[in-house]
């Protein structure tokens, strides 16, 4: 799985390096699409300043990840005080999305094999 990460932010390397773990684990939860997909998946993830005048303040930052998955594409997004909060949230609410996904996927695979 390619891991793009899409610079609105001044991202440190320390941020990007943070950036790639966290988002590394859901590697082995698409393992299976990866495989089957020509040149691999991408993730797209993106951290931003919601504003770029306030410096204090409920949700300054935001982290939005797009994974491409073989017939859909999966989207989170969150918002946090601190970078770091908002792309563990944003990877976690893309885990669920891909938890859900592979599930639906999976039976629809078995419900046909079936028939």
Same mark, same amino acid.
């Given at each position: 799985?390619?891991?793009?990460?899409?610079?609105?932010?001044?991202?440190?390397?320390?941020?990007?390096?943070?950036?790639?773990?966290?988002?590394?684990?859901?590697?082995?939860?698409?393992?299976s699409f990866d495989e089957g997909a020509e040149g691999g998946l991408t993730l797209r993830v993106e951290v931003a300043r919601?504003?770029?005048?306030?410096?204090?303040?409920?949700?300054?930052?935001? %982290?939005?990840?797009?994974?491409?998955?073989?017939?859909?594409? $999966? !989207?989170? @997004?969150?918002? #946090?005080?601190? %970078?770091?909060?908002?792309?563990?949230?944003?990877?976690?609410? $893309? !885990?669920? @999305?891909?938890? #859900?996904?592979? %599930?639906?996927?999976?039976?629809?695979?078995?419900?046909?094999?079936? !028939?």
């Open positions: 799985m390619n891991i793009i990460t899409k610079k609105t932010l001044d991202v440190t390397e320390a941020l990007e390096t943070y950036i790639d773990e966290k988002f590394s684990t859901l590697t082995k939860l698409v393992q919601a504003t770029a005048h306030h410096k204090k303040g409920e949700h300054i930052f935001t %982290a939005s990840a797009l994974l491409q998955l073989p017939g859909r594409d $999966l !989207r989170a @997004e969150a918002s #946090a005080d601190d %970078a770091r909060v908002a792309i563990d949230r944003a990877r976690d609410i $893309l !885990r669920e @999305e891909v938890e #859900a996904y592979k %599930a639906k996927y999976l039976e629809h695979y078995r419900s046909a094999k079936e !028939r």
